[in-house]
């Protein structure tokens, strides 16, 4: 089993920014698509942004591009999404998802290790 960590979410201020980290406690996230993905209250749970394992990101939501960026810390082996101003249409739960066993990108049926997940609440 492959443990994924989110971190960085809370509440914060249309307009504001928040960065969230993914990481695996004694797993690389160097080599393996991983992608961040959201699901608000009675909705289906969407990709948002993905980075590939050759560093390639691409964005899965339109609504995001400009406003979030996905990078990764090959040091640190942690993938980031930096999110900037954040409107209230953004409010989820944010998950990152890595896609170990096969070959591609971050399509949601594909991820093969989902984090718990973590609030990001934009509300003034």
């Known amino acids: 089993q492959l443990h994924i960590v989110e971190s960085g979410g809370g509440l914060v201020q249309p307009g504001g920014s928040l960065r969230l980290s993914c990481a695996a406690p004694?797993?690389?996230?160097?080599?393996?698509?991983v992608g961040w993905f959201r699901q608000a209250p009675g909705k289906e749970r969407e990709g948002v942004s993905c980075?590939?394992?050759?560093?390639?990101?691409?964005n899965l939501e339109d609504s995001v591009k400009g406003r979030f960026t996905i990078s990764r810390d090959h040091a640190k082996t942690t993938v980031y999404l930096q999110m900037n101003s954040l409107k209230p249409e953004d409010t989820a739960v944010y998950y990152c998802?890595?896609?170990?066993?096969?070959?591609?990108?971050?399509?949601?049926?594909?991820?093969?290790?989902w984090g718990a997940g973590i609030l990001v609440t934009v509300s003034s």
């Open positions: 998802a890595v896609r170990v066993y096969s070959s591609g990108t971050c399509e949601r049926g594909a991820m093969d290790y």
């Open positions: 004694g797993f690389t996230l160097n080599f393996y698509a």
């Open positions: 980075i590939s394992d050759s560093g390639i990101t691409t």
